[in-house]
């Protein structure tokens, strides 16, 4: 069954509770009466496609979905001078951990240092740098949030933010992170560096999805490169290395595999020689015509 009906059907029904609930005007009512009759013209369905009904309603959905996702914080409570100290203590027991590269007892300690204050952006993102390191990215990613909720200015959980991002290959979203960071602390070359490299990411990322595929109907149908090819493999002496290999069998005898590499290497070095216009042609086709410019951009600078 079609899925998007499915999802408009649910939409249609949530519209119409709101429209009978009468918490809503009734000039909105009448928008959303509107709303309702393109939605069930532009997917032909009607409220008695009762085969479309999903079980539960689309806000008790939406809801649950958004209990499994956005991770809350706890409720901030009074803290006494002893919890703070405690929680400090946990904290750099944690740092000392990470130092010596025991990563998962790290992570213990920042628990206790969040069961205790959970209110101390600090502890969120010192979490998300052992995680990190841990390759939970998914988790590191929750940390940093956690911590700009608490604290919106803070530099480096926005820095972190975007390393996470980056192992993930989600450059964007590691591009607009290190921006921000940048924004926060303009004199921090390592946030500098990572800008400059998810930007050269990006770039590559997008030149790759725009480079067309390789038309091997419109190869084959060069007449120049037929003609050649066929002058070529018309040589008795290809002729008698080209049955060599495949008499032998290519998966049996690697030799093989090398004579095959031999005769690919004459053929392009012949076509280099007789017709160098073509073999630039056949090269854009098959690079696209941004390939010899590589995208700019240092990691290191």
Same mark, same amino acid.
């Given at each position: 069954?079609?899925?998007?009906?499915?999802?408009?059907?649910?939409?249609?029904?949530?519209?119409?509770?709101?429209?009978?609930?009468g918490e809503l005007p009734s000039d909105g009512?009448?928008?959303?009466?509107?709303?309702?009759?393109?939605?069930?013209?532009?997917?032909?369905?009607?409220?008695?496609?009762?085969?479309?009904?999903?079980?539960?309603?689309?806000?008790?959905?939406?809801?649950?979905?958004?209990?499994?996702?956005?991770?809350?914080?706890?409720?901030?409570?009074?803290?006494?001078?002893?919890?703070?100290?405690?929680?400090?203590?946990?904290k750099v027991e944690g740092n000392n951990l990470?130092?010596?590269?025991?990563?998962?007892?790290?992570?213990?300690?920042?628990?206790? $240092?969040?069961? *205790? #204050?959970?209110?101390?952006?600090?502890? +969120?993102?010192?979490?998300?740098? @052992? !995680?990190?390191? %841990? &390759?939970?990215?998914?988790?590191?990613?929750?940390?940093?949030?956690? $911590?700009?909720? *608490? #604290?919106?200015?803070?530099?480096?959980? +926005?820095?972190?933010?975007?390393? @996470? !991002?980056?192992? %993930? &290959?989600r450059h964007q979203e590691a591009y607009d992170?290190?921006?921000? $960071?940048?924004?926060?602390?303009?004199?921090?070359?390592?946030?500098?560096?990572?800008?400059?490299?998810?930007?050269?990411?990006?770039?590559?990322?997008?030149?790759?999805?725009?480079?067309?595929?390789?038309?091997?109907?419109?190869?084959?149908?060069?007449?120049?490169?037929?003609?050649?090819?066929?002058?070529?493999?018309?040589?008795?002496?290809?002729?008698?290395?080209?049955?060599?290999?495949?008499?032998?069998?290519?998966?049996?005898?690697?030799?093989?595999?090398?004579?095959?590499?031999?005769?690919?290497?004459?053929?392009?070095?012949?076509?280099?020689?007789?017709?160098?216009?073509?073999?630039?042609?056949?090269?854009?086709?098959?690079?696209?015509?941004?390939?010899?410019?590589?995208?700019?951009?240092?990691?290191?600078?």
């Open positions: 069954m079609d899925d998007s009906k499915r999802l408009v059907y649910s939409i249609v029904k949530f519209l119409r509770s709101q429209v009978e609930s009512c009448e928008g959303i009466e509107v709303s309702i009759q393109c939605l069930e013209s532009a997917y032909n369905i009607s409220s008695d496609d009762k085969q479309l009904d999903v079980p539960l309603p689309l806000q008790t959905i939406f809801t649950n979905y958004l209990k499994e996702t956005d991770q809350t914080l706890p409720e901030a409570h009074p803290l006494s001078e002893e919890d703070k100290i405690l929680a400090e203590e946990m990470m130092s010596s590269e025991n990563f998962k007892a790290a992570i213990e300690y920042y628990n206790k $240092a969040i069961a *205790i #204050d959970s209110r101390n952006a600090v502890y +969120y993102c010192n979490r998300a740098a @052992a !995680y990190t390191k %841990l &390759n939970d990215h998914e988790s590191a990613i929750q940390d940093c949030k956690n $911590a700009l909720k *608490i #604290d919106p200015q803070y530099s480096k959980a +926005y820095g972190r933010l975007g390393l @996470a !991002y980056s192992m %993930l &290959n992170s290190y921006k921000r $960071a940048l924004e926060l602390e303009p004199d921090n070359e390592g946030y500098h560096s990572n800008l400059q490299l998810s930007a050269a990411k990006i770039s590559t990322t997008t030149s790759e999805t725009r480079r067309p595929p390789m038309d091997f109907g419109m190869l084959f149908s060069n007449p120049e490169l037929v003609n050649m090819a066929t002058q070529m493999l018309s040589n008795p002496s290809m002729q008698s290395l080209m049955n060599n290999v495949m008499s032998g069998g290519l998966a049996q005898n690697p030799n093989n595999m090398e004579s095959l590499m031999q005769v690919t290497q004459q053929l392009a070095q012949q076509l280099q020689t007789e017709n160098p216009t073509l073999v630039e042609e056949l090269k854009r086709k098959f690079n696209g015509p941004n390939s010899q410019q590589p995208p700019d951009g240092d990691a290191t600078s």
